[in-house]
């Protein structure tokens, strides 16, 4: 079965600090790659996505970037935080064909 | 404009009734997908079911239902006798676009915070 990892599982971190957040899928090949935030009380909103190894889509310009150095891994990088980078940020995989997505447990970013 | 609206910030239920969670979306594409997550207080969110805007029959998994109305663009969550760890936030998500082809981004409404009381 499909499994999908996120880490940390909560993280507090200055402003202006780097950021590496990961992402991995077990059990399949060739997933689609989501990450995406959810600010406080709000729906979610797509930050990338991946169809493959190094191809990255972003939908939200911002300081923040994503990477997906292997075919089951996804990371959220940003080289300078801000305050409203706070949020929980949710990774989630799809099969090739599009279908429903699953989401990983989260990491709740704190900005200080 | 929005294209997913979730009018009911917060619901309240008995545990073993019914409850309906309201989703109404907007889009001029002729093929799309509806979803509907359920998120704990934990975080994480956990896929509840998918209807297809081909689908001729609603969905339905286990004690969960998607009251599809096409004309209405409506897609309501029916969740039967509710259970005490049905209190989560819903969201409504849609995509559109054909499987293969169409856009990878899901749309998500704000949400609806379920209570179930005992």
């Known amino acids: 079965s499909q499994t999908i990892h996120q880490w940390p599982a909560t993280l507090v971190q200055p402003v202006g600090s780097p950021l590496s957040l990961e992402c991995t899928v077990e059990?399949?090949?060739?997933?689609?790659l989501y990450w995406y935030r959810q600010a406080a009380g709000r729906g979610l909103q797509l930050l990338f996505y991946?169809?493959?190894?190094?191809?990255i889509s972003s939908e939200v310009p911002q300081n923040l970037s994503a990477s997906r150095p292997q075919d089951r891994q996804f990371i959220l990088s940003s080289k300078k935080l801000l305050l409203s980078d706070s949020g929980f940020y949710l990774c989630?995989?799809?099969?090739?064909?599009?279908?429903?997505?699953?989401f990983g447990p989260g990491t709740r970013l704190t900005v200080l | 404009a929005q294209k997913i609206t979730q009018t009911q910030p917060g619901m309240f239920v008995q545990e073993k009734e019914a409850v309906t969670l309201d989703c109404t979306y907007d889009?001029?594409?002729?093929?799309?997908?509806l979803f509907w997550y359920k998120q704990p207080s934990s975080g994480e969110m956990i896929f509840l079911i998918y209807?297809?805007?081909?689908?001729?029959q609603n969905a339905t998994e286990g004690r969960y239902s998607l009251n599809f109305q096409k004309a209405r663009k409506s897609a309501n969550l029916v969740i039967s006798a509710s259970q005490l760890g049905d209190s989560a936030m819903y969201f409504c998500?849609?995509?559109?676009?054909?499987?293969?082809?169409?856009?990878?981004?899901?749309?998500f409404g704000k949400g609806t915070k379920l209570s179930v009381i005992p």
């Open positions: 989630a995989w799809e099969p090739g064909a599009i279908n429903e997505q699953f």
């Open positions: 059990g399949t090949s060739n997933p689609n």
């Open positions: 991946s169809v493959g190894i190094g191809q």
């Open positions: 889009t001029s594409d002729p093929s799309y997908g």
């Open positions: 209807q297809g805007s081909y689908d001729q």
């Open positions: 998500a849609m995509r559109e676009g054909d499987s293969g082809a169409g856009s990878y981004q899901l749309t």
